[in-house]
């Protein structure tokens, strides 16, 4: 089943003047330090989510329903459809409100209505994100900026899955009846790359090891566009163009995949290592290489609980040889995080994000990193 999360925005509900509770998940904003302390349901102007329209010469309504919009698509990008409520068949609408106080920071999420599942927490979780990134323009009350209450449903609702998937300007299936081929060095990608792949013409000094993934886009026609690239070890520019000249080299080597009978665009993973050819940077390489074997021990030690603090202990002389190896940090942070070791997670997921720009853990990581903090 795949998952389709809307969210329906109105203006709040409650009384004037009425208080809530505090959540737990995060301490209260500062507020300012004299003023009205009161809690508005209703004002001259609610607050908005911040959006480029505040900056034109509109009406307060006009800019109203484009933060509405704006809000939508954060809070789509952020509330993810638990796997139990997707496993359980579970939907329905989850209702958060939060206070927005008079300096435009967010405070006091709190669930109003779960339907199960994990549903209302994620809502949240999107609410724990926008408290560390996002700065609301305030109420305003008689020309005075005042303290908000927002409630807000967001409609959770599950669907038959598509074949495809929208990236960028490609429609890229993911359900095929026949997967892309590659044709050139008989069939061989890891040799064809292997052979194409070189170390950029540059001082190798630094020893700069490490390993970049592409996602290539292989078109109906065999035309090869890259879609993404994760760089894990901050190798570069002179690297990355290497390897996009690599991949988009291999126009004319594929066959395209097939839906129903039909060529279609579809997406591809490859890997490019780089090794320097410096005689002076053979320690690195080796070292390299033992890291890599490590890894893959501790991969599979800390796939089971009763070897949990081994494979970690593994990962920990792994991340010593590479500490700033961004799949390491990645494997390390992810096995923490199984472990319930929220500090060592947040850690090494936030370096990890640093590196290689990774976004795969925005939804969670500001509400990992504050439980981490409170636990300290």
């Given at each position: 089943?795949?998952?389709?999360?809307?969210?329906?925005?109105?203006?709040?509900?409650f009384?004037?003047?009425?208080?809530?509770?505090?959540?737990?998940?995060a301490p209260?904003?500062?507020?300012?330090?004299?003023?009205?302390?009161?809690?508005?349901?209703?004002?001259?102007e609610?607050?908005?989510?911040?959006?480029?329209?505040?900056?034109?010469?509109?009406?307060?309504?006009?800019?109203?329903?484009?933060?509405?919009?704006?809000l939508?698509?954060?809070?789509?990008?952020?509330?993810?459809?638990?796997?139990?409520?997707?496993?359980?068949?579970?939907s329905?609408?989850?209702?958060?409100?939060?206070?927005?106080?008079?300096?435009?920071?967010?405070?006091?999420?709190?669930?109003?209505?779960?339907?199960?599942?994990?549903?209302?927490?994620?809502?949240?979780r999107?609410?724990?994100?926008?408290?560390?990134?996002?700065?609301?323009?305030?109420a305003f009350?008689?020309?005075?900026?005042?303290?908000?209450?927002?409630?807000?449903?967001v409609?959770?609702?599950?669907?038959?899955p598509?074949?495809y998937?929208?990236?960028?300007?490609?429609?890229?299936?993911?359900?095929?009846?026949?997967?892309a081929?590659?044709?050139?060095?008989?069939?061989?990608?890891?040799?064809?790359?292997?052979?194409?792949?070189?170390?950029?013409d540059?001082?190798?000094?630094?020893?700069?090891?490490?390993?970049?993934?592409?996602?290539?886009?292989?078109?109906?026609?065999?035309?090869?566009?890259?879609?993404?690239?994760?760089?894990?070890?901050?190798?570069?520019?002179?690297?990355?163009?290497?390897?996009?000249?690599?991949?988009?080299?291999?126009?004319?080597?594929?066959?395209?995949?097939?839906?129903?009978?039909?060529?279609?665009?579809?997406?591809?993973?490859?890997?490019?290592?780089?090794?320097?050819?410096?005689?002076?940077?053979?320690?690195?390489?080796?070292?390299?290489?033992?890291?890599?074997?490590i890894?893959?021990?501790?991969?599979?030690?800390?796939?089971?609980?009763?070897?949990?603090?081994?494979?970690?202990?593994?990962?920990?002389?792994?991340v010593?040889?590479?500490?700033?190896?961004?799949?390491?940090?990645?494997?390390?942070?992810?096995a923490?995080?199984?472990?319930?070791?929220?500090?060592?997670?947040?850690?090494?997921?936030?370096?990890a994000?640093?590196?290689?720009?990774?976004?795969?853990y925005?939804?969670?990581?500001?509400?990992?990193c504050?439980?981490?903090?409170?636990?300290?």
């Open positions: 089943m795949k998952v389709l999360l809307l969210l329906l925005l109105f203006l709040p509900l009384v004037l003047g009425q208080d809530t509770p505090v959540d737990t998940l209260p904003a500062p507020a300012a330090s004299l003023g009205d302390t009161t809690i508005y349901s209703f004002a001259d609610a607050a908005r989510f911040p959006s480029p329209c505040e900056r034109y010469d509109t009406t307060a309504v006009a800019k109203a329903e484009c933060a509405q919009r704006f939508l698509d954060y809070i789509y990008q952020r509330a993810i459809y638990p796997a139990e409520a997707r496993e359980e068949g579970i329905g609408t989850a209702v958060v409100a939060f206070i927005v106080e008079r300096n435009g920071l967010v405070n006091r999420p709190e669930i109003l209505r779960d339907p199960g599942g994990g549903l209302g927490q994620s809502a949240l999107a609410l724990a994100a926008m408290q560390r990134e996002v700065l609301w323009r305030p009350k008689d020309s005075t900026a005042v303290r908000f209450r927002v409630v807000l449903p409609r959770f609702r599950l669907e038959d598509k074949p998937v929208v990236l960028g300007r490609d429609t890229v299936y993911t359900d095929l009846t026949k997967a081929t590659f044709t050139g060095s008989g069939g061989d990608i890891v040799a064809y790359f292997d052979e194409k792949i070189t170390y950029p540059i001082a190798q000094d630094s020893c700069a090891t490490g390993q970049l993934d592409i996602q290539l886009i292989i078109q109906p026609n065999g035309l090869v566009r890259v879609n993404d690239i994760i760089d894990y070890n901050d190798l570069g520019v002179p690297f990355t163009s290497k390897a996009i000249d690599a991949a988009t080299g291999s126009f004319g080597k594929w066959i395209a995949a097939e839906y129903e009978g039909r060529k279609v665009a579809s997406a591809y993973d490859v890997s490019f290592n780089f090794t320097p050819t410096d005689p002076g940077c053979a320690y690195v390489v080796e070292d390299y290489g033992r890291a890599l074997g890894m893959q021990e501790a991969q599979l030690l800390v796939s089971d609980s009763t070897t949990m603090a081994q494979g970690l202990s593994k990962m920990d002389s792994a010593a040889l590479f500490p700033r190896d961004g799949r390491f940090r990645i494997l390390r942070g992810q923490r995080l199984d472990d319930n070791q929220l500090p060592g997670a947040c850690e090494d997921l936030r370096l994000k640093e590196i290689a720009l990774i976004d795969w925005d939804g969670v990581l500001p509400l990992l504050r439980k981490a903090e409170d636990e300290e």
